[in-house]
Protein backbone atom coordinates (compact mmCIF):
# COMPACT_ATOMS: atom_id res chain seq x y z
CA UNK A 1 0.00 0.00 0.00
CA UNK A 2 2.85 2.65 1.07
CA UNK A 3 4.95 1.31 -2.70
CA UNK A 4 1.41 2.14 -4.59
CA UNK A 5 0.71 5.85 -2.75
CA UNK A 6 4.43 6.52 -2.85
CA UNK A 7 4.36 5.63 -6.66
CA UNK A 8 1.05 7.86 -7.09
CA UNK A 9 2.60 11.07 -5.44
CA UNK A 10 5.89 10.44 -7.67
CA UNK A 11 3.48 11.12 -10.61
CA UNK A 12 4.87 13.82 -12.58
CA UNK A 13 2.13 16.37 -13.08
CA UNK A 14 2.70 17.17 -17.58
CA UNK A 15 0.19 18.54 -19.87
CA UNK A 16 -1.86 15.54 -19.80
CA UNK A 17 -1.73 14.88 -16.20
CA UNK A 18 -2.96 18.60 -15.73
CA UNK A 19 -6.03 17.84 -18.38
CA UNK A 20 -6.85 14.87 -16.61
CA UNK A 21 -6.85 16.76 -13.74
CA UNK A 22 -8.68 19.54 -15.19
CA UNK A 23 -11.38 17.75 -17.17
CA UNK A 24 -11.90 15.24 -14.49
CA UNK A 25 -12.48 17.62 -11.49
CA UNK A 26 -15.33 19.16 -14.46
CA UNK A 27 -16.83 15.87 -14.73
CA UNK A 28 -17.14 14.98 -11.25
CA UNK A 29 -18.62 18.21 -10.55
CA UNK A 30 -21.15 17.89 -12.58
CA UNK A 31 -22.35 14.59 -10.67
CA UNK A 32 -20.51 15.06 -7.12
CA UNK A 33 -19.14 18.37 -6.34
CA UNK A 34 -18.37 17.97 -2.50
CA UNK A 35 -17.02 14.11 -3.00
CA UNK A 36 -14.81 15.82 -5.44
CA UNK A 37 -13.84 18.72 -3.48
CA UNK A 38 -13.23 16.68 0.05
CA UNK A 39 -11.71 13.51 -1.76
CA UNK A 40 -8.92 15.61 -3.85
CA UNK A 41 -8.69 18.29 -1.24
CA UNK A 42 -8.34 15.02 1.74
CA UNK A 43 -5.59 13.15 -1.00
CA UNK A 44 -3.20 16.29 -1.37
CA UNK A 45 -3.46 17.61 2.36
CA UNK A 46 -2.33 13.40 3.11
CA UNK A 47 0.76 13.92 0.18
CA UNK A 48 -1.03 10.81 -1.46
CA UNK A 49 -1.09 12.78 -4.73
CA UNK A 50 0.70 16.28 -5.84
CA UNK A 51 -2.02 18.83 -6.62
CA UNK A 52 -1.24 21.38 -9.05
CA UNK A 53 -0.47 24.81 -7.22
CA UNK A 54 -3.97 26.21 -8.04
CA UNK A 55 -5.84 23.45 -6.22
CA UNK A 56 -3.36 23.76 -3.27
CA UNK A 57 -5.98 25.72 -1.25
CA UNK A 58 -8.84 21.76 -0.91
CA UNK A 59 -5.89 20.92 1.14
CA UNK A 60 -6.54 23.90 3.42
CA UNK A 61 -8.22 22.36 6.59
CA UNK A 62 -11.37 24.73 6.80
CA UNK A 63 -11.94 24.02 2.86
CA UNK A 64 -12.32 20.40 4.16
CA UNK A 65 -14.26 21.09 6.69
CA UNK A 66 -16.76 22.59 4.60
CA UNK A 67 -16.83 20.03 1.99
CA UNK A 68 -17.28 16.68 4.28
CA UNK A 69 -20.26 18.65 6.37
CA UNK A 70 -21.51 19.21 2.51
CA UNK A 71 -20.62 15.72 1.27
CA UNK A 72 -22.57 14.07 4.41
CA UNK A 73 -25.57 16.16 3.32
CA UNK A 74 -25.82 15.30 -0.30
CA UNK A 75 -25.04 11.88 0.52
CA UNK A 76 -28.06 11.55 2.21
CA UNK A 77 -30.17 14.10 0.80
CA UNK A 78 -28.72 12.17 -2.98
CA UNK A 79 -30.50 8.96 -1.49
CA UNK A 80 -34.19 10.29 -1.49
CA UNK A 81 -36.39 9.89 -4.00
CA UNK A 82 -37.69 13.98 -5.06
CA UNK A 83 -35.47 15.34 -2.93
CA UNK A 84 -32.45 14.58 -5.08
CA UNK A 85 -34.15 16.17 -8.13
CA UNK A 86 -34.68 18.93 -5.93
CA UNK A 87 -31.42 19.22 -4.73
CA UNK A 88 -30.31 18.51 -8.56
CA UNK A 89 -32.37 21.72 -9.28
CA UNK A 90 -30.73 24.03 -7.22
CA UNK A 91 -27.11 22.79 -7.71
CA UNK A 92 -27.46 23.90 -11.39
CA UNK A 93 -26.44 26.74 -10.86
CA UNK A 94 -23.65 25.56 -8.21
CA UNK A 95 -22.13 22.35 -9.97
CA UNK A 96 -21.43 24.26 -13.07
CA UNK A 97 -19.10 27.43 -12.27
CA UNK A 98 -17.53 24.82 -9.59
CA UNK A 99 -16.83 22.40 -12.33
CA UNK A 100 -15.39 25.34 -14.67
CA UNK A 101 -13.44 27.08 -11.55
CA UNK A 102 -11.84 24.07 -10.39
CA UNK A 103 -11.05 22.95 -13.92
CA UNK A 104 -9.15 26.53 -14.22
CA UNK A 105 -7.69 26.25 -11.08
CA UNK A 106 -6.14 22.75 -12.19
CA UNK A 107 -4.46 25.32 -14.67
CA UNK A 108 -2.87 28.16 -12.12
CA UNK A 109 0.32 30.01 -13.55
CA UNK A 110 0.07 28.44 -16.86
CA UNK A 111 -1.36 31.91 -18.32
CA UNK A 112 -4.82 33.00 -18.89
CA UNK A 113 -5.06 31.57 -22.35
CA UNK A 114 -5.03 28.28 -21.04
CA UNK A 115 -6.70 28.96 -17.64
CA UNK A 116 -9.60 30.32 -20.12
CA UNK A 117 -9.74 27.60 -22.10
CA UNK A 118 -10.14 24.67 -19.33
CA UNK A 119 -13.00 26.47 -17.95
CA UNK A 120 -14.91 26.32 -21.30
CA UNK A 121 -13.74 22.58 -20.77
CA UNK A 122 -14.70 22.25 -17.75
CA UNK A 123 -18.16 24.03 -17.64
CA UNK A 124 -19.08 21.93 -20.43
CA UNK A 125 -18.17 18.95 -18.99
CA UNK A 126 -19.62 19.39 -15.25
CA UNK A 127 -23.21 21.04 -17.59
CA UNK A 128 -22.94 16.92 -19.59
CA UNK A 129 -22.11 15.22 -16.44
CA UNK A 130 -24.78 17.26 -14.60
CA UNK A 131 -27.81 17.21 -17.22
CA UNK A 132 -27.01 13.37 -17.62
CA UNK A 133 -27.43 13.04 -14.12
CA UNK A 134 -30.40 15.05 -13.14
CA UNK A 135 -32.13 13.68 -16.15
CA UNK A 136 -31.70 10.22 -15.47
CA UNK A 137 -33.09 10.94 -11.61
CA UNK A 138 -35.95 12.64 -12.89
CA UNK A 139 -36.90 9.43 -15.06
CA UNK A 140 -36.10 7.27 -11.81
CA UNK A 141 -38.54 9.45 -9.92
CA UNK A 142 -40.89 9.03 -12.28
CA UNK A 143 -40.93 4.82 -11.80
CA UNK A 144 -43.02 3.72 -9.12
CA UNK A 145 -40.09 1.51 -8.16
CA UNK A 146 -38.70 2.52 -4.90
CA UNK A 147 -35.34 1.21 -4.56
CA UNK A 148 -33.60 2.31 -7.97
CA UNK A 149 -33.20 5.78 -7.02
CA UNK A 150 -30.23 4.65 -3.48
CA UNK A 151 -29.01 1.77 -6.23
CA UNK A 152 -28.65 4.63 -8.89
CA UNK A 153 -26.86 7.06 -6.25
CA UNK A 154 -24.17 4.68 -4.97
CA UNK A 155 -23.14 3.56 -8.58
CA UNK A 156 -22.50 7.77 -8.72
CA UNK A 157 -20.54 8.05 -5.88
CA UNK A 158 -18.93 4.63 -6.80
CA UNK A 159 -18.34 5.74 -10.83
CA UNK A 160 -16.68 9.62 -9.22
CA UNK A 161 -14.53 7.85 -6.99
CA UNK A 162 -13.17 5.59 -9.79
CA UNK A 163 -12.70 8.77 -11.90
CA UNK A 164 -10.99 10.69 -9.51
CA UNK A 165 -8.69 7.63 -8.74
CA UNK A 166 -7.94 7.59 -13.26
CA UNK A 167 -7.31 10.97 -12.90
CA UNK A 168 -4.57 10.66 -10.88
CA UNK A 169 -2.83 7.34 -11.80
CA UNK A 170 -4.49 6.62 -15.35
CA UNK A 171 -4.85 10.61 -16.68
CA UNK A 172 -4.58 8.80 -20.11
CA UNK A 173 -7.22 6.47 -19.28
CA UNK A 174 -9.81 8.69 -17.80
CA UNK A 175 -9.31 11.04 -21.10
CA UNK A 176 -10.25 8.41 -23.07
CA UNK A 177 -13.31 8.00 -20.73
CA UNK A 178 -14.37 11.01 -20.52
CA UNK A 179 -14.45 11.26 -24.64
CA UNK A 180 -16.82 8.05 -24.32
CA UNK A 181 -18.81 9.76 -22.21
CA UNK A 182 -19.41 12.83 -24.29
CA UNK A 183 -20.44 10.47 -27.15
CA UNK A 184 -22.84 8.48 -25.43
CA UNK A 185 -24.13 11.66 -23.88
CA UNK A 186 -25.22 12.76 -27.51
CA UNK A 187 -26.96 9.51 -28.24
CA UNK A 188 -28.64 8.88 -24.92
CA UNK A 189 -29.93 12.65 -24.18
CA UNK A 190 -32.54 12.74 -26.75
CA UNK A 191 -34.15 9.43 -25.96
CA UNK A 192 -34.20 10.51 -22.11
CA UNK A 193 -36.23 13.47 -23.03
CA UNK A 194 -38.47 11.64 -25.13
CA UNK A 195 -38.95 9.32 -21.99
CA UNK A 196 -39.46 12.04 -19.86
CA UNK A 197 -42.14 13.77 -21.84
CA UNK A 198 -43.84 10.90 -22.55
CA UNK A 199 -44.08 9.29 -18.90
CA UNK A 200 -45.14 13.12 -17.88
CA UNK A 201 -47.87 12.56 -20.30
CA UNK A 202 -49.37 9.56 -19.28
CA UNK A 203 -49.30 10.75 -15.42
CA UNK A 204 -50.97 13.71 -16.73
Known sequence: MSQQMASIESLPLDLAGLLAIAAGLGWASGIRLYLALFVVGLAGRLEWVALPDGLRVLEHPWVLAAAGLMLLVEFLADKL??????????HSFIRIPAGAALAAMAFGGQGVEWQTAMAIVGGSLAASAHLAKAGTRLAINL???PFSNPVAS?????????????????????LAFLLLFVAILVWLLPKLWRLLTRRRQQQA
Open 143 to 145: SPE
Open 81 to 90: PIVDSAWDSV
Open 154 to 174: LGEDSLVLLGLWLMFVHPGLL
